[in-house]
């Protein structure tokens, strides 16, 4: 426990250390303290001895601009840092006080630009998606049709030819019975004939040969028949309807690839532009219009996170 070095009486735990008397003092002391004292808490704030010079024993109460450091009071006046830009440590912990709110609404305005591009972004992929799925619907439906109708076509001229071929056998079929009925009466003729030589009376036999003859007169002796050519497609049709089928789908293809192009072309790509592009230099010129030193411009330009301040001869984070 570190006692407090002015409670009466019974030792209380001090609670606050004062930087100016270099004493310990309780929470009841410490209310009771001049405001103008500099009171931390030693967990929080530091040691006391990490905020003294190591050079001159003194309080680390001054800041030096050229040097980014924290400096005593004779370190500006006859040390090292004699004739530097020197200011209170106050002055200077207010100033980057205002460095940081800025830098903080920044980042803030930066993060805010990107969520909005983080929804944009959703916004591009669900519509991929969602063109994705409407085209594959659009040209299934669009090859569905393309196939129907071929397959339309080829019923069509299959069942052409069927009903030709139908047509034409029931044809063949009716002369093949008119035929059939000739033989039949020509074979009934020819058995009446012969039995008429079998005939001795002369009578009869000249009675009844008339009579046959006059059948046979009455009788139509033509016979019809008909020849079936040998039918195939033609070397020369194969080739024109394969031809016809290529420019077609070459013309296919070049439609598509309309599509496809507009598939390709349906991302846009941009730059967005942040809320603020944050600069560290032009915050220190629109808060503080002095220039500020060199050392200050190259920390600045590279990252204002990366930035840390020298105590004496010791380098912290801050």
Request: hydrophobic share 35%; with cysteine.
């Amino acid at each position: 426990m570190n006692p407090c070095d002015f409670s009466l009486g019974k030792p209380q735990s001090a609670e606050k250390v004062c930087l100016n008397k270099e004493a310990s003092l309780s929470k009841h002391c410490s209310k009771n303290a001049q405001k103008d004292l500099s009171l931390v808490t030693p967990n929080a704030g530091g040691y006391p001895e990490e905020r003294r010079c190591r050079e001159h024993a003194k309080m680390l109460d001054c800041y030096c601009q050229d040097d980014l450091a924290c400096v005593c009071a004779m370190c500006s006046s006859v040390g090292s840092h004699k004739g530097h830009s020197i200011v209170a440590l106050k002055e200077e912990h207010d100033k980057q006080r205002v460095i940081l709110s800025l830098t903080m609404k920044s980042i803030q305005e930066n993060k805010n630009a990107v969520n909005k591009v983080l929804m944009h972004l959703q916004k591009s992929e669900d519509q991929i998606k969602y063109n994705k799925k409407s085209l594959t619907v659009q040209l299934s439906k669009l090859f569905q049709e393309i196939k129907s109708q071929v397959n339309q076509k080829e019923k069509q001229i299959l069942g052409d030819i069927q009903s030709n071929e139908e047509k034409q056998l029931a044809d063949i079929f009716a002369l093949k019975k008119k035929a059939e009925g000739k033989r039949d009466a020509a074979l009934h003729g020819l058995q009446e004939l012969q039995m008429l030589t079998k005939q001795a009376d002369a009578f009869r036999f000249l009675k009844d040969f008339q009579l046959a003859q006059e059948r046979i007169k009455k009788q139509n002796s033509s016979n019809e028949s008909v020849e079936v050519l040998t039918v195939h497609l033609d070397e020369s049709v194969i080739q024109d309807v394969r031809s016809h089928t290529e420019a077609y789908l070459s013309n296919l293809d070049n439609l598509m690839q309309v599509v496809h192009g507009k598939i390709i072309n349906q991302t846009q790509w941009c730059r967005a532009i942040p809320a603020a592009e944050f600069s560290l230099d032009d915050v220190v010129c629109e808060v503080f219009p002095s220039p500020p030193s060199p050392q200050t411009r190259k920390l600045s330009g590279t990252n204002s996170a990366a930035a840390h301040l020298t105590f004496g001869n010791m380098e912290q984070d801050p």
